[in-house]
């Protein structure tokens, strides 16, 4: 059945077309999508015109395409946040209805390195504490951290028993964070982190490094936190000045 004649371009009308149907379950989660040809003759269309609706799909994380393989729907998020919103991994997956949870693998105490200083700058130094877990979401791995703070901060004793830094944070050194600096960066495939993920090689990962401060700027803690993004979407809401 051929989608129909609207003042739109054509690609729109498919992109609109193929949402409908995976609203409606047509096409299940990490289902392929018929061929090209085949939906291209379901709706009408040229498979220049289909081609251009898939790739805006893509973009927009609706599917996947896997070069001589196929196009496949990307499962939905199970958690979508403002960016602008500062909340700890633990919450978002409370938010999310699912049980959070850590798999502690390391804590390190190290000499800060000079990108290290610039980061906690200007607060002083001598040694930094590196830790790495991973975050569960009813037991199943979504988020790879990397975090640092300054030793002595936190016990890091318990960084294997409570699940927020942020807590750990408030309750024994009474330093609350209000606001964080972010930048996003999409990852692609890396061997250890993808390993640890159960991702597939052609998903990609966001990252979100944080330098995260109490209310009178004070630099506590650093965070390099690898995202599945078939679990977590951000957004950013802008606003006209």
């Given amino acids: 059945m051929s989608i ?12 609109d077309e193929i949402k409908r149907d995976i609203e409606n379950d047509l096409y299940k989660e990490n289902e392929k999508l018929p061929s090209e040809f085949q939906l291209s003759k379901k709706l009408g269309v040229s ?11 893509e973009e ?4 996947t395409r ?10 939905k998020p199970i958690f979508s946040s403002g960016i602008e919103e500062l909340t700890s991994v633990t919450y978002m997956i409370e938010q999310s209805g699912k049980k959070p949870g850590s798999q502690y693998l390391s804590t390190e105490i190290l000499r800060p390195t000079e990108d290290d200083l610039k980061k906690f700058n200007p607060l002083k130094m001598d ?8 975050r569960t ?7 790879f951290c990397i975090d640092k703070v300054p030793d002595g901060i936190i016990p890091l004793e318990l960084v294997h028993k409570e ?8 309750v024994h050194a009474r330093k609350y964070i209000t606001y964080a600096v972010t930048y996003i960066e999409p990852i692609g495939y890396h061997d250890r982190i ?3 993920l159960n991702c597939s090689p052609d998903q990609p990962l966001l990252l979100l490094k944080q330098m995260h401060y109490t209310a009178d700027d004070e630099p506590v803690l650093y965070s390099a936190n690898y995202f599945r993004s078939d679990v977590f979407s951000f957004y950013v809401l802008r606003k006209r000045l």
């Fill in 4 to 15: 129909k004649t609207d003042t739109r371009h054509l690609y729109l009308q498919v992109i």
């Fill in 194 to 196: 993808y390993d640890i």
């Fill in 47 to 57: 498979r220049a015109t289909l081609r251009e609706a898939l790739r805006i799909l």
């Fill in 60 to 63: 927009e994380n609706i599917v």
């Fill in 137 to 143: 979401a009813n037991d199943e791995p979504v988020v």
């Fill in 127 to 134: 040694k930094v504490a590196k830790i790495e877990r991973i």
């Fill in 163 to 170: 699940d927020s830094l942020f807590k750990l944070m408030e």
């Fill in 66 to 75: 896997r070069h001589g393989v196929g196009t496949f729907v990307n499962p």
